[in-house]
T-cell receptor, first 116, second 115 residues
């Protein structure tokens, strides 16, 4: 079966510090990968998605970047965090082009970031 | 108008009650529809898919009305463990397309089941 794992689960960082969140998927190949952010009391905002290694699409201009160095690895980064980067970050995957896709997304456990 | 709209609630209901949530979506080209459940400070988890013919999973029944662009979720015999936020999710990507899934999430309806 497929699993998705992201880490760290919780982090508190000062303004201006760097960020690296990592996400890995097991049990599937060539998944589509996504990074979402959920601010307190708000819906999920898509930040980045990737349909393959090295292929990154950004949905909103921001202080963050994403990379996909391996098929099942997705990384969210920042060189200098802002207060507004605080939130709940969720990695997700969906079935890639080599399998039947019924449209669902599957989420990792989430990473709660507080920028002080 | 938001792409996916839900009543944020909270819906406070006693154990054993029946509760219904509604959701409307604006993109008539939407192809697949889902309800997700999100517990406090946790990730969203798929509860069930929603089909035009209606589908039932135990105490949960979901319905889709494409003409009215409306999705519903009915929970019968509510349990304390049903307390959570329920997200309405709409996917505009063609069915069985393997690429990026254009998914839009509602902001969720909060349910609190009271003893």
């Amino acid at each position: 079966s497929q699993t998705i794992h992201q880490w760290p689960a919780t982090l508190v960082q000062p303004v201006g510090s760097p960020l690296s969140l990592e996400c890995t998927v097991e049990g599937t190949s060539n998944p589509n990968l996504y990074w979402y952010r959920q601010a307190a009391g708000r819906g999920l905002q898509l930040l980045f998605y990737s349909v393959g290694i090295g292929q990154i699409s950004s949905e909103v201009p921001q202080n963050l970047s994403a990379s996909r160095p391996q098929d099942r690895q997705f990384i969210l980064s920042s060189k200098k965090l802002l207060l507004s980067d605080s939130g709940f970050y969720l990695c997700a995957w969906s079935v890639g082009s080599n399998a039947i896709n019924t449209g669902e997304l599957f989420f990792g456990e989430g990473s709660r970031l507080t920028v002080l | 108008r938001k792409e996916v709209e839900q009543d944020p609630g909270p819906f406070n209901v006693p154990e054993g009650a029946t509760v219904a949530f509604n959701c409307t979506y604006s993109n008539s080209a939407s192809q697949s529809f889902f309800w997700y459940r999100q517990d406090c400070r946790k990730e969203p988890k798929l509860l069930m898919s929603v089909y035009s013919s209606g589908n039932e999973d135990g105490r949960f029944t979901a319905q889709l009305n494409r003409a009215s662009q409306y999705i519903s979720l009915l929970i019968r015999d509510s349990k304390l463990s049903d307390s959570a936020t329920y997200l309405c999710v709409v996917n505009a990507s063609p069915l069985n397309s393997g690429g990026y899934q254009k998914v839009t999430f509602g902001t969720g309806t909060k349910l609190q089941v009271i003893p």
